[in-house]
């Protein structure tokens, strides 16, 4: 009898290692497919590329290591989300809300993030390579060590944001 559980238990662990592990919620994949509303949702890891998110609720969100590429967030309300690893190149952006959101280490090459709120975002290590910031708020946010070639920061307010190089940058003069 003992063998016959025990034979289970190694079945059991082994089909279980064998499936593929979403780390994010399948739920509230549905859920943002559906209403374009999630605050405080699961999608870590979650491949959202080329979906269409204007206007979503993300607030509290927790999006780390999410494939965003090429998808539209225009609009979309990111305050305090965690968009750490996530890959949001050639993204849609604009007037989006993202305020003291996570973005360390996101690769944002080639983002379009006109006009977006970027007030006391962490951008530590980011991927900002010719991306559009015009027009954006950065007041308060860190780009330290970020990549910022070719980045358009035309009507950008800076204001106390610390620079890729450290340095801390107001233009609000």
């Known amino acids: 009898m003992k063998i016959k559980q025990l034979a289970s238990i190694v079945l059991f662990t082994i089909l279980g290692l064998a499936t593929p592990a979403n780390a994010y919620n399948l739920q509230h994949l549905e859920i943002l497919r559906q209403t374009k509303q999630c605050p405080g949702c699961d999608l870590s890891d979650a491949n959202l590329s080329q979906l269409d998110l204007r206007e979503a609720d993300l607030r509290n969100a927790y999006l780390a290591g999410a494939n965003l590429q090429g998808a539209n967030l225009s609009g979309a309300?990111?305050?305090r989300a965690d968009l750490s690893r996530v890959n949001l190149s050639q993204a849609l952006i604009?007037?989006?809300?993202?305020?003291?959101a996570h973005l360390a280490n996101a690769n944002l090459s080639g983002a379009d993030m006109r006009l977006s709120l970027l007030n006391f975002a962490n951008l530590l290590g980011a991927d900002l390579s010719f991306a559009d910031l015009s027009g954006?708020?950065?007041?308060?946010?860190?780009?330290?060590?970020?990549?910022?070639?070719?980045?358009?920061?035309?009507?950008?307010f800076l204001k106390r944001t610390t620079m890729p190089d450290g340095e801390i940058e107001s233009n609000d003069k």
Do not use: C, F, Y
């Open 77 to 79: 309300r990111l305050v």
């Open 94 to 100: 604009v007037g989006a809300d993202l305020k003291q």
């Open 136 to 156: 954006a708020v950065l007041m308060g946010a860190v780009l330290r060590d970020a990549n910022v070639v070719g980045v358009d920061l035309s009507r950008t």
